[in-house]
Nanobody, 125 residues
């Protein structure tokens, strides 16, 4: 599986961005997908994940209510809609994927096998 993230950029506090991650390779519908981020000087952290069932979504407490993850199996793409952005959201955002059973959606970095190259999000105050 190859992942290509896009959509990052510079935005003011309170603004919005939508990240996209296009996948190629094995059957997209059998993948769980996640977004992680790494801020300068910090370790990479979990942001959000979506399972094979679109009803299985998970969010870090820091983004809950502001970010929305979704997937389009026909387009083999996962999205992260980010609203009410804050300077603390500044980071390189990575998408990740792993083949899973229907009832399991990983939320930890070590569970993901495939990683995109990252896209930079900068939120100015």
């Amino acid at each position: 599986v190859q992942l290509q993230a896009s959509g990052g950029g510079l935005v003011q506090t309170g603004g919005s961005l939508r990240l996209s991650c296009a996948a190629s390779g094995r059957t997209f519908s059998r993948l769980s997908l996640g977004w992680f981020r790494q801020a300068p000087g910090k370790e990479r952290e979990f942001v959000s994940a979506i399972g094979r069932s679109t009803s299985s979504t998970y969010y870090a407490d820091s983004v809950k209510g502001r970010f929305t993850i979704s997937r389009d199996n026909d387009k083999k793409t996962v999205y992260l809609q980010m609203n009410s952005l804050e300077p603390e959201d500044t980071a390189v955002y990575y998408c990740a994927a792993v083949g899973t059973i229907l009832t399991f959606t990983p939320t930890t970095e070590r569970d993901y096998v495939y990683w995109g190259q990252g896209t930079l999000v900068t939120v100015s105050s």
